[in-house]
T-cell receptor, first 115, second 113 residues
Framework: KAGVTQTPRYLIKTRGQQVTLSCSPI?????VSWYQQTPGQGLQFLFE???????NKGNFPGRFSGRQFSNSRSEMNVSTLELGDSALYLC??????????????FGPGTRLTVL | AQSVTQLDSQVPVFEEAPVELRCNYS??????LFWYVQYPNQGLQLLLK??????LVKGINGFEAEFNKSQTSFHLRKPSVHISDTAEYFC???????????FGQGTRLTINP
């Protein structure tokens, strides 16, 4: 089974631009979560989607948004980029079993550099 | 809310020596605990998890961790490390029914020959 894939792997943008990152979950997984990883703040939860609905959101400004499509693929968008948005953006997918916890499988990430 | 503190940002050890990476957590509710590993230019890989039951948890690559509720700790150990264990290690916590993981700041493990 193919793992979580993220595209593109690397991206360079300039301040003020916007960017869209894509995540394809493992086949059959319907929950997708996004995390931002920076040297200063570490790994922080952005949001989680399940069945095209945002179920949970982290403490990020409204410039960060996301969506999920009917095939469970997810995109996240960052508008009006700032230098501080430079980070590794990680996507994780889960198969929700209804149990107490559903393991998250992480993709390789998209490295965004804002100049 | 939950929080995680990894007590060491860097841990250098010699090859074949034992290692312990320390993790303390804070939560007002019961939690689930995890250790992830991140190799350069890669995503996170789950090493082991504690959901319930035995407080000693064994994971992949010879790692194990012990859940200590009274000390709110979940330290990761390996009796003998290899060069290939060089990576960054993250402790994480979540609560029942949640998908959101709260991570510690990470510990960079460097293995010297």
């Amino acid at each position: 089974k193919a793992g979580v894939t993220q595209t593109p792997r690397y991206l360079i943008k300039t301040r003020g631009q916007q960017v869209t990152l894509s995540c394809s979950p493992i086949s059959g997984h319907r929950s997708v979560s996004w995390y931002q990883q920076t040297p200063g703040q570490g790994l922080q939860f952005l949001f989680e989607y399940f069945s095209e609905t945002q179920r949970n959101k982290g403490n990020f400004p409204g410039r960060f948004s996301g969506r999920q499509f009917s095939n469970s693929r997810s995109e996240m968008n960052v508008s009006t980029l700032e230098l501080g948005d430079s980070a590794l953006y990680l996507c994780a997918s889960s198969f929700l079993t209804g149990g107490p916890y559903n393991e998250q499988f992480f993709g390789p990430g998209t490295r965004l550099t804002v100049l | 809310a939950q929080s995680v503190t990894q007590l060491d940002s860097q841990v250098p050890v010699f090859e074949e020596a034992p290692v312990e990476l320390r993790c303390n957590y804070s939560s007002s509710v019961s939690v689930y605990l995890f250790w992830y590993v991140q190799y350069p230019n890669q995503g996170l890989q789950l090493l082991l998890k504690y959901l319930s039951g035995s407080t000693l948890v064994k994971g992949i690559n010879g790692f194990e961790a012990e859940f200590n509720k009274s000390q709110t700790s979940f330290h990761l150990r390996k009796p003998s490390v290899h060069i290939s264990d060089t990576a960054e290690y993250f402790c994480a916590v979540t609560r029942e029914g949640a998908q959101k993981l709260v991570f510690g700041q990470g510990t960079r493990l460097t293995i010297n020959p």
